[in-house]
């Protein structure tokens, strides 16, 4: 690894704690982005990838709880700070994005003033100022006539210009990190490429790393140089994008990988059903012994039902965790 | 803002005539009239319930008598009261003021307690103040008001004597804090839980999420994305309880012998002080409606999205 590591993800686990129960809805789960990385966490809705980003951003709620293992940013355990100094880090070194701006902005609030409330934590910035630095980052942001814009109320704009002020929020400060969490599955795929490219480049213009959490592999694989795919709280996979789509690994990549349509193949091949995964993905009580994708998979043998594949390591810093991984 | 005011008098109107045709005609039809019914239980000379029917204009037929109301009502003129011949405009101006101090002190009371009651609650729930504020609010609710009134009376009239145990006295304040209190608490307790909930609510949103991976502090959040948000779900609440005040006063106006709309309500219903009984009624609509006219003008200050057509 040539970029030192900017965030550490090490065999983290999450648990849901109920009333005399712990289930760990994630566990050993471990990953590293460099300075400017993207890097990409794929999985069916479910799988935890989302958990996983909260738990970075230290926003886990009851019934959510880190079980072990160790969130590292810049080499400092992050998993473990009081409250009030996690919070100082968030906004300044790590911001996110989530999935529906239109519950994600406060309703009764000024766009503008949502950004500008930034400035006034993180800079110490009056009132007066920040409001003059949100009409600068909404144009960042590319949102047409901002000077209007930021008196507008989340009502009066569109999904895509939602996103936009959400972009213009997690990147007022210049973090460090950018946690995206389905930034685009609640926008119209034609908007999608847009807010896309809008992230990817004004973070590449920073320096900001971005995490990017989609069950849509290919929008990841796209825009990320390396994905880890999580499937019932593990990652099974992880390899460099391309090489995902090569050459992938795991039974679980390779449905998914198999499930994507491609551009131009009916007129090459006819008309063909998309291949899916059967079954579904199991709840967090209830995941199977062993391999905890053996119910669903093609491959499954005795050992896959008894023993729990260790994580088998692949050239180009990749992993794989599956018994019979090619 | 202004037409907006406007519209919202006009869609009064119509509930206003339905009031005026409902509360007439029911007072037309329920058995009993004034010239039958006195306090004493006294009967009248048959020749003398003749003279006063006729002079009330008992014996007119309905859709006349109704249509005089209306004609008189149109030019501010309630009638005259059957027992004092005198107008009843101006028995019900003297009446209102009490009754009005008393619905705002109840109001005042109530939001004042159960709103912050409900606010600390829900921002620690499962605590003591969380437990303490709800078994306030339940009983503060299953309370009749003429119960706790008599108890109220008792600890601090009687056995404290703080306080003047009844009557209106020179209208200050003192007179005025028992009944307000009688008549607060169930308000009150309503808020408390309708705030908590809603505080609970706004609190799980996904923007109060958002506000925190700012980087905010709770205190913040709170001051910043909360409040503004739990306010228009408590304001509902302070609508409908505030409007139906004055009407819920009768109770508690006759136990402390206030000398408001309800006491007057109670005692000219009992008489059959039909036009008496009318006024008051309509008044305490009106004060229903004008208040309901205020909330729906709050919600749209306080909320961008809300914009009546």
């Known amino acids: 690894m040539t970029a030192p590591a900017l965030l550490e993800v090490e065999n983290l686990r999450i648990d849901l704690v109920g009333e005399e129960t712990r289930h760990a809805a994630v ?41 072990g293992g160790a969130i590292r940013l810049e080499g400092k355990e992050i998993q473990s700070l009081p409250p009030g100094q996690i919070r100082r880090l968030r906004g300044r ?122 069950h849509d592999l290919g929008l990841v694989a796209n825009i990320c140089r390396r994905v880890a795919v999580m499937y019932a709280g593990r990652v099974v996979e992880e390899q460099a994008a391309d090489e995902v789509f090569r050459h992938p690994r795991h039974p679980y990549t390779r449905g998914l990988v198999a499930s994507l349509p491609l551009l131009g193949s009916r007129a090459a091949h006819g008309r063909r ?13 209830a995941y199977p012994k062993g391999c ?35 | 803002m202004p037409l907006l005011i ?29 010239t039958s019914s006195g306090d004493d239980g006294r009967m009248l000379d048959a020749q003398v319930m003749e003279r006063m029917r006729k002079e009330l204009g008992l014996d007119d037929p309905l859709h006349q008598r109704f249509g005089t109301y209306v004609v008189n009502l149109a030019q501010g003129d309630l009638g005259n009261s059957f027992r004092t011949r005198e107008p009843v405009t101006k028995i019900i101006a003297q009446r ?39 078994v306030v609010a339940i009983s503060g609710l299953s309370l009749p008001k003429f119960w706790l ?62 506000a925190r991976s700012k980087g905010m502090s709770e205190y913040r959040v709170v001051r910043w994305h909360v409040v503004r948000n739990a306010l228009v779900l408590v304001l509902t609440t302070i609508g409908l ?28 219903v009992f008489q059959r002080d039909i036009p008496v009984v009318q006024g008051s009624i309509l008044v305490i609509v009106l004060f229903f409606l004008l208040i309901n006219t205020l909330v729906d003008i709050a919600y749209v200050i306080i909320d961008p999205r809300i914009r009546y057509g």
Request: proline content about 6%; hydrophobic content about 50%; some cysteine.
């Open chain 1, 27 to 67: 566990e050993g789960v471990s990953f590293r982005i460099g300075k400017g990385e993207t890097f990409g966490l794929v999985g069916e809705s479910g799988c935890g990838k989302s958990i996983t980003a909260l738990s970075i951003m230290g926003l886990l709620r009851h019934p959510l709880a880190i079980g």
């Open chain 1, 93 to 214: 070194k790590i911001a996110m994005i989530f999935q529906e701006p239109m519950t994600a902005l406060n309703p009764l609030s000024p766009v503008g003033r949502q950004i500008a409330e930034m400035f006034v934590l993180h800079q110490g910035a009056s009132w007066s100022e920040a409001n003059a630095k949100a009409v600068e980052a909404l144009r960042q942001v590319r949102v047409p006539s901002p000077e209007r814009r930021v008196k507008d109320f989340p009502h009066q704009l569109s999904g895509g210009m939602r996103q936009r002020v959400m972009i213009a929020i997690a990147l007022a400060c210049g973090p460090d990190l950018l946690v995206a969490d389905e930034p685009t599955t609640a926008l119209d795929v034609t908007v999608q490429a847009e807010i896309v490219d809008l992230m990817r480049e004004l973070c590449a213009a920073n320096g900001t790393a971005i995490l990017m959490i989609s």
């Open chain 1, 273 to 285: 059903k998309l291949a899916e995964i059967a079954g579904t993905v199991p709840a967090i009580a």
């Open chain 1, 292 to 326: 905890r994708f053996n119910p669903r998979c093609g491959l499954a043998t005795e050992i896959c039902r008894v023993e729990d594949p260790a994580a088998t390591p692949l050239p180009g810093d990749g992993l794989v965790r599956c018994h019979h991984h090619d």
């Open chain 2, 6 to 34: 406007l519209r919202r008098l006009g869609n009064t109107i119509p509930t206003i005539v339905a009031v005026v045709l409902v509360i007439f005609t029911l007072f037309s039809v329920i058995p009993g009239s004034f």
């Open chain 2, 96 to 134: 209102l003021w009490p009754s009005l101090k008393l619905t705002l002190a109840a109001m005042g009371f109530a939001i004042l307690v159960g709103v912050p009651l409900g606010f600390i609650a829900a921002l620690k729930p499962g605590s003591l103040v969380d437990m303490a504020s709800m």
């Open chain 2, 149 to 210: 009134g008599l108890m109220l009376m008792y600890l601090f009239a009687l056995t404290l004597g703080w306080l003047p145990s009844f009557g209106y006295g020179d209208g200050g304040i003192r007179h005025l804090i028992l009944p307000a209190v009688a008549l607060g608490v169930s308000p009150m307790a309503l808020l408390a839980r309708t705030t908590r909930a809603g505080v609970l609510d706004v609190l799980n949103a996904d923007f109060v999420r958002t």
């Open chain 2, 241 to 268: 309880q505030f409007g139906s005040l004055m009407g819920q006063a009768v109770v508690v106006e006759k136990l402390f012998s206030w000398p408001g709309l309800g006491s007057l309500l109670v005692d000219s």
